[in-house]
C-alpha cells in the first residue's frame, strides 16, 4: 500500500430487507440486556471480514465476487446468544445451514486469493444486536425465516476507520 492508496475497511454480508430488519431491531430493543442495540441500517451477518485494506485489494474481491454463484439459502433465526469478549448480544440460525457455510468459506478464499490475510478461526453465523454487553439473559424466542436476497460488501466508516455503513456493492442471491 502506499500512501495515495486509500484504505477502507470493508466486509462481506447478507443484508437483510427492510421488514425483517425491523423485526430484528425490536428484538434487540427488547433483550434482557445491557449495552446498546446495533442501529436498524447496521443489521446484518456478517460473511467475511476483509477488514482495513487498499482500494486496489477492495476492488480485485468486488471482482472475484462477480464470479461467485450466490446459493439460495434459508435461514431460521431462532437462537439467541452472547460473546463476551467482543461484548456482543446475537441472534443466528437454529441450525448449521451447509450453503451458508459454504459461501462462508468461499469468500475466505477469495479475499485471501486477493492477498487478504483472514483470521483463522471457526465461522459463527450471526446478526449482532446489541453492543457493549456485560450482562446478557438469554430466553426462547420465535424463530425468524429469513431467505436472504441479497449480498453486499459493506465499508464501514471511511480511511480504514470504523463508523457509518456504507454498501459499496450488491450481488443478488438466486430467487427461489
Known sequence: MTGTDPLHRVFFALWPDQRLRATLAALARSLPADGRPVPAAHLHLTLAFPGTVSAAKVAEMSARADRLRLPKIRLMLGRLGWFPRPRVAWIG????????????????????????????????????????????????????????????????????????????????????
Not at 449482532?128 to 460488501?153: A, K
Open 93 to 176: 440460525p437454529s441450525r448449521t445451514v451447509p450453503e451458508l457455510e459454504s459461501l462462508a468459506a468461499e469468500l475466505k478464499g477469495l479475499c485471501e486469493a486477493s492477498g487478504v490475510r483472514m483470521e483463522d478461526r471457526a465461522y459463527r453465523p450471526h446478526v449482532t444486536l446489541r453492543r457493549f454487553v456485560t450482562r446478557f439473559e438469554s430466553f426462547d424466542v420465535e424463530p425468524m425465516e429469513w431467505r436472504p436476497g441479497e449480498m453486499v460488501l459493506i465499508e464501514s466508516g471511511q480511511a480504514g476507520h470504523p463508523g457509518p455503513y456504507q454498501v459499496l456493492r450488491s450481488w443478488s442471491v438466486s430467487p427461489d
